[in-house]
C-alpha cells in the first residue's frame, strides 16, 4: 500500500476474507467525512475499492430504493448496483473509475476499468495462483510473473477467468457516421460534460492554458459555476492555473483568458533545468517510456506539486478534444473523411497510453485529481457520431483543426472567448514547451548516451527499441524502475510523426524520413517544420531557439520558447 500512498494521502483502507485483500489509499472528493474504503453492502458480504469519480450516482440512488446506504459517497452505489443486476451494471456507471468488488457469499470478485481509460489500472498473476489488481504498475510489478494493462471498458471476473467489453459505443466498429453537424448539439454536450464534474466537496480549479481546448474548459465552468453545490461551499469565483517558463509570452495568453473570465488565476514558473532534474521522477510515476508523455508530463507534474500546496485536491482539464476532432497537425494531410474518422477512432482508443496516463499520473502523484470532460462518454457519442466530413481541415473555406468545436462556441450575443482565442491555431504541447525545453533535453540526453550506446540499442532493448539518445535515455531510467519484461510491454511503440499513429504516416511520403512526435515533423503544415531533406535534429544545443511565437496546448501549461 506505502507504494501508492502518494495517490490517496486521506485514507488508508484494508479488508480481508479468507485469501482475498482489499487495500484502498483514498484521495478524498465527495464526502470526506464518511467515504472510506472499503465501501459494503448492507450486510457487508459484498465489499468494494472504486478509485474515480460516478458523476450520476445520485440519480442512480433513487433506482436503489430499497438499499440502505452507509456513505455519502458517490462510489457507494457500487456494492448495491451488483446486488441489483450482478455483473452487468457497469454500463449504468457514468464517470471515470476503477474498481475491483468482492463477493464473500461465493469468494469471487469482479474488476472493471472506465470506458477510455481515464483512470488508470493494471493487472498481474502470481506464480502462487494469485491475482493482482493495482491502480499503478509498482503496486503489483515486484509480485508478479506476468502483468499487463487492465484495458479500458473491460470486466474481468474470476468466475471467467477472462475479459468481456462492456463499453460498446456504435464508433467503436470504426463504420463511417452520418450524422449532419449541429453546433448546438455538440456545445449543449459539452456544457453538460463539464457541468456534471462539478461535483465535489473540496477545493477545485481548472488548468488553463490559454489554447482553446482548456479555455474553452474554463470558460463554461466559470459560466456555469454560480448555484452550484461546489460554489456554496468554496465561492463562485473560479480557479485557474498555469505553467510556464518565466518570461513566456504563451503565459500571457492564459493570463488574457483568465481576466476575460474572471477567474483568480496562479501562474507558476519552472525553468528547463527543473524539468531536467524532475525526469526521473517523472518516469517512475508515469511508468512509461515514451518520448511525448515524458516531455508533456514534466511541467505538469511540477505544476501539480504547487497546486497541491495551495490545498487544491481536484482539477479540470480538457485532454481528449485533438483525438475527437482531428486537432494534430498531421490531420491536415488527411486524404478524405473516412481516412480521418478511423485515425480519430484509433487515437481516443489510444488515449489510456498517452494523454490520459498523463493527465493520471503526472496529477495523482502529489494527491490531486484530474478530470477530462472530453471523455466524458456522452460527449463522445454525440461528437464521434458526427459526419467526418464536417472535421476535414479545408483552408480555402477558412477551416482550420478543430473547427467544429470553435464553430459550436462562437456565440456573438454572450461569447465564450475572445476571437482570437477561439480560432488561435493549434500547437502542439511538446514544441511549446518545446523549442527549448526539447533542446535542452535533448542536450542533456547527449551528454549521458554516447554513440556506442546507440550503435548496441537493438541489443539492449529489441523491443521497441530506441532511435535517439533521448528516447534512449528515458529507457534506461524506466529499466532501473521496472525492469521486468512485462513492464516494457505496456508501453506502445511503433513509427509516428508529430503524435500519429503509424498507419497515419502514409498520408505523407516526406513523413517516413522524419519521424518524430514533435509537431515540426509535421511536414508542409508546421510554421517551423523540420528540413524535409535534413535527418531530424536529435541533439541541438539548448540554447538553440525558435523565435517565432508559439501557442502550446496542454492544459495549464503555456509555455513559449
Not at 358 to 364: D, E, G, V
Not at 550 to 555: F, I, K, Q
Request: charge should be negative.
Amino acid at each position: 500500500m506505502n507504494r501508492l500512498k502518494h495517490r490517496g494521502p486521506d485514507w488508508s483502507g484494508l479488508y480481508q476474507h479468507g485469501d482475498s485483500y482489499l487495500a484502498h489509499q483514498r484521495l478524498a472528493i465527495v464526502d470526506p467525512a464518511s467515504g472510506d474504503q472499503p465501501l459494503f453492502n448492507e450486510d457487508k458480504s459484498v465489499a468494494v475499492t472504486v478509485n474515480g469519480e460516478i458523476y450520476n450516482h445520485e440519480e442512480l440512488r433513487k433506482k436503489l430504493v430499497n438499499h440502505k446506504f452507509w456513505t455519502g459517497s458517490d462510489c457507494d452505489v457500487v456494492a448495491h448496483l451488483y446486488e441489483e443486476y450482478g455483473e452487468d451494471f457497469v454500463d449504468m456507471l457514468d464517470g471515470i473509475f476503477s474498481f475491483v468488488l468482492l463477493d464473500t457469499r461465493d469468494n469471487s470478485f469482479i474488476v472493471a476499468r472506465d470506458a477510455i481509460g481515464v483512470t488508470s489500472l493494471y493487472i498481474g498473476w502470481g506464480l502462487d495462483g494469485s491475482v493482482w489488481i493495482s491502480s499503478e504498475m509498482k503496486g503489483l510489478n515486484d509480485d508478479c510473473e506476468h502483468f499487463e494493462t487492465f484495458p479500458p471498458g473491460h470486466l474481468y471476473t474470476s468466475k471467467s477467468r477472462g475479459f468481456r467489453r462492456w463499453y460498446n459505443p456504435p464508433w467503436f466498429s470504426e463504420s463511417i457516421p452520418s450524422v449532419p453537424y449541429d453546433p448546438l448539439v455538440l456545445r449543449r454536450a459539452f456544457e453538460n460534460a463539464v457541468i456534471k464534474r462539478l461535483m465535489t466537496d473540496v477545493p477545485f480549479g481548472v488548468l488553463l492554458s490559454g489554447g482553446l481546448d482548456s479555455s474553452l474548459v474554463a470558460s463554461i465552468t466559470a459560466r456555469y459555476l454560480a448555484g452550484t453545490k461546489a460554489a456554496k461551499q468554496w465561492g463562485s469565483q473560479l480557479h485557474s492555473f498555469c505553467v510556464g517558463l518565466e518570461g513566456s509570452p504563451d503565459l500571457k495568453a492564459a493570463k488574457e483568458v483568465a481576466d476575460y473570465l474572471g477567474t483568480v488565476h496562479h501562474e507558476f514558473h519552472f525553468t528547463v533545468q527543473d524539468g531536467i532534474d524532475a525526469i526521473e521522477d517523472v518516469i517512475y510515476h508515469t511508468e512509461t517510456y515514451d518520448v511525448t508523455t515524458i516531455r508533456a508530463s514534466t511541467p505538469m507534474f511540477l505544476m501539480s506539486r504547487k497546486i497541491k500546496s495551495l490545498g487544491v485536491k481536484m482539477v479540470i482539464s480538457g485532454e481528449g478534444s485533438d483525438e475527437i476532432f482531428g486537432g494534430y497537425l498531421y490531420f491536415h494531410k488527411a486524404p478524405n473523411k473516412e481516412e480521418l474518422h478511423r485515425e480519430t477512432c484509433h487515437k481516443v482508443k489510444a488515449l489510456h497510453q498517452y494523454d490520459c496516463l498523463r493527465a493520471n499520473k503526472a496529477t495523482s502523484a502529489w494527491g490531486l485529481e484530474a478530470r477530462v470532460p472530453f471523455l466524458d462518454i456522452e460527449f463522445i457519442n454525440v461528437a464521434m457520431s458526427i459526419d467526418p466530413e464536417s472535421k476535414m481541415i479545408k483552408k480555402d473555406q477558412g477551416r482550420i483543426e478543430k473547427w467544429i468545436l470553435r464553430k459550436a462556441f462562437d456565440d456573438e450575443e454572450r461569447p465564450y472567448l475572445p476571437k482570437h482565442i477561439l480560432y488561435r491555431q493549434k500547437e502542439q504541447f511538446s514544441d511549446g514547451v518545446g523549442y527549448s525545453w526539447i533542446d535542452g533535453l535533448k542536450a542533456h540526453a547527449a551528454k549521458n548516451v554516447t554513440d556506442k550506446m546507440m550503435l548496441n540499442a537493438s541489443y539492449i532493448f529489441p523491443h521497441n527499441t530506441p532511435t535517439t539518445k533521448e528516447a534512449y535515455y528515458y529507457r534506461m531510467i524506466f529499466e532501473r524502475f521496472f525492469p521486468q519484461n512485462s513492464a516494457r510491454l505496456t508501453v506502445p511503440g511503433g513509427a509516428s510523426v508529430a503524435c500519429s499513429t503509424a498507419k497515419a504516416v502514409e498520408w505523407d511520403v516526406s513523413w517516413k524520413n522524419n519521424l518524430d512526435p514533435s509537431g515540426r515533423a509535421a511536414l508542409g503544415v508546421h510554421l517551423s517544420a523540420y528540413d524535409a531533406e535534413a535527418p531530424l535534429i536529435s541533439n541541438v544545443p539548448s540554447k538553440v531557439i525558435d523565435s517565432i511565437p508559439r501557442m502550446v496546448e496542454v492544459p495549464g501549461v503555456a509555455i513559449h520558447t
